[in-house]
């Protein structure tokens, strides 16, 4: 930034026929310095180090939640879920990125963008968040549960007090009795009250919650 101040500058002081030496004076910058930046018809372009950012450890998570018609999360409720994983930054860094994600989607045509589509009574998304919410004069832990069918994007959402095993699985029955019946298959996270462990990279099988 110091580098484009000065050449405006400098490319200012020249219009004026200002003598090399007085603005180099007048800048406290060197003669040559001010005879490198008069022959710079251009502007010098800004770039800086990157830094590692709170948030770069959950991008990917970011743009599926940004990208994907499953999810479509606006800044708040991206950074609402991020504080749930551990993330310790404020909602800046999150808005940022996603400015970088959006100018990146009005790139991409709107082929590559069409969602998969499944067969109604094939697959189901099943998620939820929680909120804190003032009941009766005390502040109250909320968790909304929420299941959409992933043909017909119908929803239904109930809410508890509660986010262990029992309650997920009580949510997940009451839901499917909402939308009318199962799916042949349910898309869900890896709740720790559920899965002990999930390895991607490994071949071994996931351990659940006995």
Not at 11 to 22: G, T
Request: net charge positive; charged share 30%.
């Amino acid at each position: 930034m110091k580098n484009l101040k000065e050449w405006a500058a400098v490319q200012e002081l020249h219009k004026r026929k200002v003598p090399k030496l007085q603005i180099a004076k007048q800048l406290g910058i060197s003669r040559n310095t001010v005879k490198k930046l008069i022959k710079l018809k251009e502007e010098p372009k800004y770039s800086r180090e990157h830094y590692p950012s709170k948030v770069d450890p959950y991008m990917e998570l970011i743009v599926l939640w940004r990208t994907s018609p499953e999810y479509d999360f606006n800044g708040t409720r991206i950074f609402r879920e991020l504080k749930t994983r551990g993330y310790t930054g404020t909602i800046n860094p999150i808005y940022r990125a996603l400015k970088k994600i959006d100018e990146v989607k009005l790139d991409i045509p709107r082929e590559a963008t069409v969602r998969i589509e499944t067969p109604p009574g094939d697959q189901a998304q099943f998620d939820w968040a929680h909120y804190e919410i003032e009941v009766a004069g005390r502040t109250k832990t909320i968790y909304c549960f929420s299941m959409i069918l992933a043909a017909s994007r119908k929803k239904a959402i109930c809410f508890s007090l509660s986010c262990n095993a029992e309650a997920i699985y009580e949510a997940i029955q009451e839901l499917y009795e909402d939308l009318g019946g199962i799916t042949l298959e349910l898309i869900i996270d890896n709740p720790k009250s559920l899965v002990v462990e999930n390895n991607p990279k490994s071949d071994d099988e996931i351990k659940y919650n006995e």
